[in-house]
């Protein structure tokens, strides 16, 4: 058994009606996992299900709700910290979805708020949530000063009274990563949601998520991940006629076409998200590459206990996404402080 359960779920909640008691555990364990146990609440929204799991999905719906509220709130206060110096809060994943009632967020978890900010004001917007209560988590001056010299946020805040975590961006991928995405270009394109609130264009949420999913992580998490970008492009698709050519086209000028186009392939085979192939302007197809399957390994790579398999696989992705953010001399010199940091010899 895979995660593959969960994406036909996901993809056609009807397939649920099969499950004996075993698929349902299954279901449910892998859905907390990749933490899509909302978004498959609010997919089953309606369908026949067992009486042992009705109550699961109910407490589930009203948890996703509550967090989504407290998620808007905190928007909110990051908003009120930073207009005092004249910044918009421009919301990013999550959040976002969530603020802007797009169907990526209906369920969907979400953790800390992150936001994005120029960089040459991310000293003053830092120094505004410190005044409004936030503080910083990481109080090592060597993790200080490599966030701030390479990476592509501040270190982590957390608010002193309100325990939650913000994520303060200047644009959305280290600084040592390969492809240079042109935050402020994101961020002169940022459409309004409510009064000082924020998000990227549609374009722009499809080319941030994909880097995310592919230019930067290990993929844990990445069904999730995945969701979005199918949520959000079949939305964006059905209100614009060629928002597919504007995407490959931001995609191009972020330099993220290859991370783009492979998140469309894969959520076009795992979700059936409904994509449009070009011949012209540009060639573009969604068959699968022989590198997609283990993509797709990658994100299946689940057991019926939620546990993750496929163990040199995952680790496999996990040394790919360090290379993926820095040269390799400057990865070496990296791990190599943070083991002796974390070595501390008796």
């Not at 200047?170 to 270009?185: E, G, K, S, Y």
């Not at 573009?284 to 390994?297: E, H, T």
Request: charged residues 25%; aromatic residues 8%; proline residues 5%.
């Amino acid at each position: 058994m895979s995660a593959a359960l969960l994406v036909m779920a996901l993809r056609d909640p009807a397939t649920t009606a099969a499950l004996d008691a075993t698929g349902w555990n299954s279901l449910i364990a892998m859905a907390r996992a990749e933490r899509l146990i909302g978004t498959l609440a609010f997919r089953l929204e309606g369908l026949g299900v067992p009486d042992a799991v009705r109550p699961i999905l109910a407490d589930t719906r009203d948890d996703a709700a509550r967090e989504a509220r407290q998620a808007i709130w905190e928007a909110d206060r990051a908003r009120a910290a930073l207009a005092p110096i004249g910044l918009p809060v421009i919301l990013l994943k999550g959040t976002a979805y969530a603020a802007a009632g797009l169907p990526a967020g209906r369920g969907r978890f979400i953790g800390d708020l992150d936001i994005l900010v120029p960089r040459d004001r991310i000293d003053a917007a830092a120094d505004a949530l410190v005044a409004a209560g936030w503080e910083w988590v990481k109080e090592d001056p060597y993790d200080d000063a490599y966030y701030r010299q390479w990476m592509h946020e501040l270190p982590p805040m957390i608010h002193a009274e309100r325990d939650r975590m913000i994520d303060v961006h200047h644009t959305v991928l280290p600084l040592t990563a390969r492809p240079t995405p042109d935050a402020a270009a994101m961020m002169a394109d940022a459409v309004l949601i409510t009064d000082g609130l924020y998000m990227l264009c549609a374009e722009d949420r499809v080319c941030h998520a994909a880097a995310h999913l592919l230019a930067d992580g290990d993929l844990q998490g990445g069904l999730r991940n995945l969701w979005d970008i199918h949520c959000l492009c079949e939305e964006s698709s059905e209100r614009q006629d060629d928002f597919y050519l504007c995407l490959f086209e931001k995609a191009a000028h972020h330099q993220l076409t290859a991370a783009v186009w492979r998140a469309l392939r894969l959520s076009h085979h795992l979700f059936d998200t409904e994509v449009k192939a070009y011949h012209v302007p540009i060639e573009v197809d969604y068959k699968l590459r022989w590198s997609d399957r283990a993509f797709i390994s990658r994100l299946l790579a689940r057991n019926g206990w939620g546990q993750e398999t496929r163990k040199a696989l995952v680790f496999a992705f996990f040394v790919r996404s360090h290379w993926l953010r820095m040269p390799p001399l400057m990865l070496a010199r990296h791990l190599l402080t943070k083991w002796r940091k974390g070595h501390r010899p008796q």
